[in-house]
């Protein structure tokens, strides 16, 4: 009989995440699919090179160790499959791992492995074929420590449907993972592009485990009290596509429609055209639902057809960097601070030039605690304690020890009241950068392995057929109620934007994207008239050196602002504290806006605020 619903935890969101996660959800969730994801672009790298210092690794062991090994028991006795990008650039050696762990605890799980991913033999081919970074429109790297293609969900459902209880990937569209399990759950097919958006969809609110329960929510103090036990998110899920949002009881956290709108516009750049492995996703219209206790409901995202292309990330190698903080505390520190900084680099500079080492490829300077993220409209400028944060970048590695060296002098020669030396001296680490590209499907090809208790042995070729749902009724168009309509004539004054809306900000690369949302719908014609993509690049132009790009999203009531080159390179290429954009809703939610000095007063929306 077929399902009538499906319920998925995820119990991480990256590597290095809470192992209290998975318990939580096993035990307490009374959930049928554990999703786990641990990879990100930058820890391909990290993996690809623990591999080539030990063919056995190159997998996130901390999946085996600290989630298989303790729950081995519970989610075999309460029948949960288990679907984890854990493989890295290895899943075979993941899987042979996590059996041994499984024969361990006796439990007689069947492993199922999905791979293929690595497109490293087909660079060559496509370098031949003009095949372009899509960022940048050079070419390929030559030497590349990972190249991986982001697979989609029809492997990890024929996995499933091959007997697998869990399921190890390599490289595939993170919520992939959770699509993987509905499609095999409820038949899906290929060309189910409603019922695959919005599977798809349900991924994405999940992947970064509680970022959809109240992590990082922009009005913190509703949810603060409780984040040492922070809920992961749940989506219980229907045949026809649709789902709603929850966590396990008496845990903390929140599941609103503000929450979990905040994670849907994170790290998506074009809402109408979101483009994963198996459908491209239109979540413009997406619409929520509160439902009390914990639960939203999810509706109105659309599919399109796939494209015939796989998104692929390469990692290269880029010479090295070096940080170092200090703290300087007293009368004029952010001043001192930047003084110390420069003569640091100039000795630094002085003594490579007599190596002949030439100088830093890059430099960044940033003081925190004196609000150097918020550039020029910073406010502390008298503040009397102080980080000193100095990053630089050389081809050679020898260059930046010179530089690592020169930090500690500062202590003896140059301002009074500088400490934080307890660390010790700072560790010189190679620069990892990321390219993109697209490659045609038909130079891809996908595998499943399944492998039962008793050693048992399947290896197919991965197909995506078409399976005998029908296409899911189209939705009615959203019913849009006019807003009330709210004065915008009289005086205006200025007020910080966090007051009318919140919002997100997330990375791609060396692109941002901040979101905007109306806390109201009244809201809406007010803001789209101020929040020009001119005015958000303007006021962020001491991070963005590119365009900026703002998208409507009027399911949300909202916009989606995609930020270019605004990020330093981004990831660990990038010498900035915050090389992940992680902190730019919060800087563009203080610009200040113009609003009618008659929604602050008695019965105005904006009442109290202050």
Known sequence: MARERLRIGCGCGFWGDSAAGPAQLVRHGDIDVLVLDYLS????????????????????????????????????????????????????????????????????????????????????????????????????????????????????????????????TGRCADSALALGALVHAFGWGAEDWDRLALGSLAGHIIECGPQATGGIYTDWRSVAA????????????????????????????????????????????DPAQYVLPDVV??????????????????????????????????????????????????????????????????????????????????????ILGAESMYGPHARTAATREVILKIAVAHGEESALEIFAREIFPSATSMAQGITGFAGGRPAVQPIVRLASCLVPKSRVHPRVEVQDAHGLHVSTVAEVRTGAVAAAPPEAAPVRRPAPVLTLSGPRVSVPLLWLAHGRSGDKGDSANVSVLARRAEFVPLLGEQLTAERVRGYLVHLVAGEVERYEWPG???????????????????????PQGKSYAQILMDMPVEVPEAWLASGGPLEGTA
């Not at 989506?235 to 845990?251: A, L």
């Not at 003084?339 to 100088?359: C, F, H, K, T």
Request: aromatic share 6%; glycine share 10%; with cysteine.
């Open 281 to 366: 996703c239109d979540f413009s219209e997406v619409r929520l639902q509160d439902l009390g206790a914990d639960r939203v409901r999810v509706s109105g995202a659309r599919g399109l057809p796939a494209t015939p292309y796989y998104k692929a990330s390469l990692t290269y190698a880029d010479g090295y960097r070096c940080t170092a903080t200090l703290m300087i505390v007293g009368a004029e520190a952010a001043q001192r601070a930047q003084y110390v900084a420069d003569a640091i680099l100039n000795r630094s500079r002085r003594l490579m030039a007599e190596r002949q080492l030439g100088d830093f490829r890059a430099t960044s300077v940033e």
């Open 556 to 578: 949300l009531t909202g916009w989606n602002f995609v930020l270019r080159r605004a990020l330093g390179g981004g990831g660990v290429a990038s010498l900035r504290y915050d």
């Open 41 to 168: 672009e930058i820890t391909l790298s990290l993996l690809a090179r623990a591999r080539a210092k030990r063919p056995e690794l190159g997998y996130t062991t901390d999946f085996v160790t600290e989630v298989m090994r303790p729950l081995a028991k519970d989610i075999a006795a309460r029948r949960i499959r288990v679907i984890a990008n854990a493989g890295g650039v290895n899943p075979r050696a993941c899987r042979d791992a996590l059996r041994k762990v499984l024969a361990e605890a006796g439990v007689p799980l069947s492993v199922g492995v999905v791979h293929g991913d690595d497109i490293a033999p087909e660079l060559e081919d496509l370098r031949r074929s003009g095949v372009r970074d899509l960022e940048s429109g050079g070419e390929l790297p030559v030497h590349v420590a990972s190249a991986n293609a982001y697979l989609g969900a029809f492997p990890i459902a024929q996995a499933l449907g091959q007997g697998a209880d869990i399921v190890v």
């Open 226 to 269: 409780g984040w040492d036990d922070m809920g992961y998110p749940i989506v219980e899920c229907t045949p026809d596509g649709g789902f709603t949002v929850t966590k396990p009881p008496n845990t903390g956290g929140r599941v609103s429609s503000s929450t979990v709108a905040e994670q849907i516009t994170y790290e998506v750049h």
